[in-house]
T-cell receptor, first 116, second 110 residues
Framework: SAVISQKPSRDICQRGTSLTIQCQVD?????MFWYRQQPGQSLTLIAT?????????ESGFVIDKFPISRPNLTFSTLTVSNMSPEDSSIYLC?????????????FGSGTRLTVV | GNSVTQMEGPVTLSEEAFLTINCTYT??????LFWYVQYPGEGLQLLLK?????DKGSNKGFEATYRKETTSFHLEKGSVQVSDSAVYFC?????????FGKGTTLSVSS
């Protein structure tokens, strides 16, 4: 299965600033997914990123707040913009290396963000 | 729409007890179903999966059977260990991404 390197692993940021999270995959994948896991909660899909096109955002998430880049088939970034304490969460990227969920989805180790 | 409902936690068991974590889903068609586990301080790991009705996924002594008639995918283990203490998430593949249940925390004591 694919191996994902996600960084930073954690950060403490001031409100009003932005943080960019990077995910690097060791194989080419068509789609990359970004999730948010708020404290004590489940994972919520933020957006799906395809190489060469704009990301598709889920209801409640907008590009101005969570801009995503996908410059090639092994890399993506998620930026959390103009942060507030409510953005404190774990952010995870995920890929489907086998396609169609055949081998299960692989997740990065997550970025634990605290906004103060 | 698509959704996953898991039993509320936390679940507290003694070592060697039998475990069941209930999971039911709502979806159009026949989605693939997954159980993921998140050990303390670690990332999310795939535990097992099933892609069609009556499939049984299994791994590390855990099992779950895809029941179309009851739209369920309950997780079971015959004898839990302290090392099984973690948060367990049921998920379904809807379109291209996963939709997760709220997670069930399992705590096993010796």
């Amino acid at each position: 299965s694919a191996v994902i390197s996600q960084k930073p692993s954690r950060d403490i940021c001031q409100r009003g600033t932005s943080l960019t999270i990077q995910c690097q995959v060791d194989s080419q994948v068509t789609m990359m997914f970004w999730y948010r896991q708020q404290p004590g909660q489940s994972l919520t899909l933020i957006a799906t990123a395809n190489q060469g096109s704009e990301a598709t955002y889920e209801s409640g998430f907008v590009i101005d707040k969570f801009p995503i880049s996908r410059p090639n088939l092994t890399f993506s970034t998620l930026t959390v913009s103009n942060m507030s304490p409510e953005d404190s969460s774990i952010y995870l990227c995920s890929v489907d290396p086998g396609g169609q969920g055949a081998r299960g989805y692989t997740f990065g180790s997550g970025t634990r963000l605290t906004v103060v | 729409g698509n959704s996953v409902t898991q039993m509320e936690g936390p679940v507290t068991l003694s070592e060697e007890a039998f475990l069941t974590i209930n999971c039911t889903y709502t979806a159009t068609g026949y989605p693939s179903l997954f159980w993921y586990v998140q050990y303390p301080g670690e990332g999310l790991q795939l535990l097992l999966k099933a892609t069609k009705a009556d499939d049984k996924g299994s791994n590390k002594g855990f099992e779950a059977t895809y029941r179309k008639e009851t739209t369920s995918f309950h997780l079971e283990k015959g004898s839990v260990q302290v090392s099984d203490s973690a948060v367990y998430f049921c998920a379904l593949k809807a379109g291209t991404a996963l939709i997760f249940g709220k997670g069930t925390t399992l705590s096993v004591s010796s």
